[in-house]
């Protein structure tokens, strides 16, 4: 276990600086105190130290939370940085994943004996985050979501013991930190099944005026239930740097680029373009083109929905974007379906299985001048689509508070979590979170 010098950093110290940063530049507090675990027994200590202290907890894996939850003004940060390590057997396709691990790390190691498990399209995001609320990636339609793909999780709670999670063992666990976030404990290593999926992908990408657009995207929806499993069908509408309004649609296809290519006819076929752009690549590649426009230091803000069908009302409010001329906001589509709708509604706390797609608005900009602006321009586009929408991804959620944890979850899904919620966390130590509260009960019921 780590001495008091080891674990803990307090303001002064740089490395200090660095555990309290995260993705979003807008986020600026500062904790009283940061632990640096490096064993589920240091979380344990960090954790019983805070507790005691009567402190505020937050808990950082990637940092990617858009409104930078994990980091508590003058309470205590638990930074999972150096819980990092990623460890393969390639025989027994198995991942073991520290509980601070980047998506980056986790895909390097396994990519080297052909491997891989679904994860996010960034490679700077914490496997922690992604996977606790879902996690969806360009794998997901063949192999299911991040967490459909964990065996194990070994997770400290907040009465500091250290307990596993699995089908087996302590199973209302296991269900509810399949989609539930970060409410029942601080995971500190994952277990995962790896897929033997090859290491090359191949990407599509057409560009269209924004006045041919409607047609060509209700097209594109007409492919959505009968594209093929390796396939992820993606859409984007927005301005581009010389503020031309466009919108594109395409796929992301993980397999023998060969096969891939079999779908260009299809695309092209959509309707007229005004430009492609098609590449090949290794599955590695393809997990970090984003990282760049996803960089840390920038300002920004997102609205996320999710749509169980696309009418014209719905195809319209996505173009809005792009007729707008709102600076550097854009929408995506990602498409659905697949292996994740093939697990049972109620198998895992995650309640949005039958979306066909994805949205997120999303903007980033440097000045901070500019903060009332860019947020404004991204709800009012997410304001413009939600009438259409049938749900929220939980690790889309910004600032919804209560309400948008409502709309991440089943009625039913929400109320078995609450009451998972009092058995593990009764005292809501984790709510630094999109939090779900202990279930309390009024006086007389």
Known sequence: MNTWSALFLLPGDARYETARTVWNAIVDRRPAVVARPTTAADVAQALRFGRERGLEIGVKGGGHSVTGLAVPEGGLLIDLSLLGSVRVDPDRRRAWVGGGA???ELDRVSQAFGLATTAGNVSHTGVGG?????GMGWLARQLGLSCDNVESYEVVTADDSVVRASESENADLFWGLRGGGGN???VTEFVFRLHPVGTRA??????HEVDDAPDVIRRWVDLLPS????ATLT????????????ASVGYVWVG???EGRRLLPTFRELGPAVDEKIGEMTYLKLQTIDDEPARYGLRRYWKGHYLRELSDGAIQAFLSVARSGDGGLHGNFQSYGGAIGEVGADETAFSQRDAVVEFVASTAWTDPAEDETEIAASRRYGAAVEPFASGVYVN?????????VRRAYRTEHLRRLTDLKARYDPDNVFHLNHNIPPAIESPGQ
């Open 184 to 186: 029942f404990g601080i």
């Open 202 to 207: 191949l990407l599509a990408e057409f560009f």
């Open 396 to 404: 889309a959620l910004a600032d919804e508070g209560n309400s948008g």
């Open 102 to 104: 980047m998506l980056a």
């Open 227 to 230: 594209a093929p499993r390796p």
């Open 256 to 258: 023998d680029p060969d």
């Open 130 to 134: 992604l996977t606790l609320g879902g």
């Open 235 to 246: 859409a984007w509408a927005g301005r581009t740097r010389a503020g031309r309004p466009l």
